[in-house]
């Protein structure tokens, strides 16, 4: 029988919903299902981790862990895997998962890979689907040594409600701080938007708003909803806003339930950081819009025209 080591998502103490979607896709495999979470005062969490579909559950609660670091947080992953006897080891698609998932895999000797999709255990061995060429393509690779660390793209895999755990809580050594790094702070967005990474909904505003007028009324669709605000490269890199509302290729990527494309062509670097949505609308006056491709609804108009129509729309539902 295979087994999985995932490693928890916690942001400021609340566990990210990729943690249940690895934890469900390993016991649908018919793996050995272990989590390991890392930070401080995260005890508490442990009846969700169970909850969530783990059997054995790490734990590293140390003060020195309040912080991400990737050298200490990436020491205990290891601790956790080589307890467990993990064959796969899989991180939830963030900037944490991304720095640490080679530090282990190199720890580990096993290799590592990013953005897969799909993972399957074939006569023995390990085979993964990952996009590439601009998701212009699916790889199917072979992997050629026992153990595997993995970052999984968001939303790849879906939550299974109800499947639950067994509590064996193993309380693993905090590392010893990394001198060469320490991280002094960590500085929020204060904005005080929704992370567009954890947004059920996203709203994002593309090349066809023309002026911050544009982009303003498209924010307010957002706000209506509830949803996170994103942007495509063009708004970003004309400065109507910042980097971190940049979805796609070179930005992030979101799988919400609801994404909501209001003039946004769809050029396929922006498509590569969406198209794991649920749902997607698309609002564009060109009828011919790659956008439309993929879309499930589409609109095609003005959005000057049909964002108040979308606004009214959703007050009276709402009323």
């Not at 993990?86 to 080679?102: I, Q, R, T």
């Not at 096993?110 to 993964?128: F, K, N, P």
Request: net charge negative.
């Amino acid at each position: 029988m295979a087994k999985v080591l995932v490693v928890a998502d916690i942001k400021e103490g609340v566990l990210k919903s990729s943690t249940a979607e690895l934890l469900s896709k390993a016991k649908a495999m018919g793996a050995e299902a272990a989590v390991v979470a890392i930070g401080s005062n995260i005890e508490s969490l442990v009846p969700t981790l169970v909850e969530a579909g783990s059997d054995t559950q790490y734990i590293a609660d140390d003060p020195g862990l309040a912080l991400f670091s990737a050298g200490p947080f990436a020491s205990c992953v290891v601790d956790a895997a080589k307890q467990s006897g993990a064959d796969l080891v899989w991180f939830g698609f963030s900037e944490g998962g991304k720095a640490v998932a080679p530090r282990v895999a190199a720890q580990l000797d096993a290799a590592c890979a990013s953005e897969i999709t799909d993972v399957t255990l074939e006569g023995g061995g390990i085979e993964i689907v990952r996009p590439a060429i601009t998701n212009k393509v699916m790889q199917r690779v072979k992997v050629n040594t026992p153990r595997l660390a993995a970052v999984v793209r968001a939303g790849a895999f879906e939550a299974t409600e109800g499947i639950g755990g067994t509590e064996n809580v193993v309380k693993l050594t905090p590392p010893a701080p990394d001198l060469r790094a320490v991280i002094k702070e960590l500085v929020s967005d204060a904005s005080g938007d929704i992370d567009l990474t954890d947004a059920d909904v996203v709203v994002s505003v593309g090349r066809g708003a023309k002026n911050q007028a544009g982009v303003d009324l498209v924010k307010e669709l957002a706000n209506d909803l509830n949803a996170g605000f994103g942007a495509s490269r063009a708004m970003v890199d004309g400065g109507f806003l910042a980097h971190n509302k940049q979805v796609g290729q070179t930005g992030k990527i979101v799988a919400p339930s609801l994404y909501i494309a209001v003039g946004i062509s769809g050029a396929i670097q922006h498509l590569a950081g969406m198209t794991g949505s649920k749902v997607i609308l698309a609002v564009n006056k060109d009828p011919e819009a790659p956008i439309f491709n993929v879309a499930d609804y589409g609109i095609v108009g003005d959005l000057f025209e049909v964002v108040p129509i979308l606004r009214e729309e959703i007050k009276k539902v709402r009323s």
